[in-house]
Structures are given as structure tokens and as C-alpha cells.
């Protein structure tokens, strides 16, 4: 619906791969989603901020990258 013009948006680290289950929740816990990198604020690049994924390696912190790879940023914290 109009787009956004900053070139990030359209960035490989700027989307998750989320089921129809998944992004229902991270839209009904949108606080929760924040702390989880789920979902990222005005300003905040998608390319740096870490988020909170069940990934091949096992669960963690990573960063996404341009390329569409997910770079290791650490262990899955207790919540």
C-alpha cells in the first residue's frame, strides 16, 4: 500500500518466513515480540538487531543478513 522508500525495507534481513499461527501471535504480543527481535521499532535495523529463532543450529539470538543467512548472536536467554 504505497511502500516504504528506505531500502532496508525491502532487505532479505528485514523478514521472517512465519506461518499464519505465528504472525497472529507476534501481532496479539506485539511487547513480547519487541524483546524477542520479533518485530522492530522506527529506527531500528533489522540487519543489526538480533532475533530469537529456532534455527538448523539450534535455538538462539541471531542476526540476519543481506544475503538471507542467519549469523549466530547467542544463546537463547531465560524469559
Known sequence: M????RRITNCP???????DVCH???EQNRTIARKLG???GPGEDPCTEPVLLRAAY?????RLDAD???VWAG???WL
Open 58 to 62: 539450534g535455538p538462539g539470538w541471531y
Open 24 to 26: 497472529a501471535w507476534i
Open 2 to 5: 504505497g511502500g516504504d522508500p
Open 68 to 70: 538471507g543467512g542467519a
Open 13 to 19: 534481513c528485514n523478514g521472517l518466513d512465519l506461518d
Open 75 to 77: 544463546s537463547m536467554p
Open 38 to 40: 520479533l518485530l522492530l
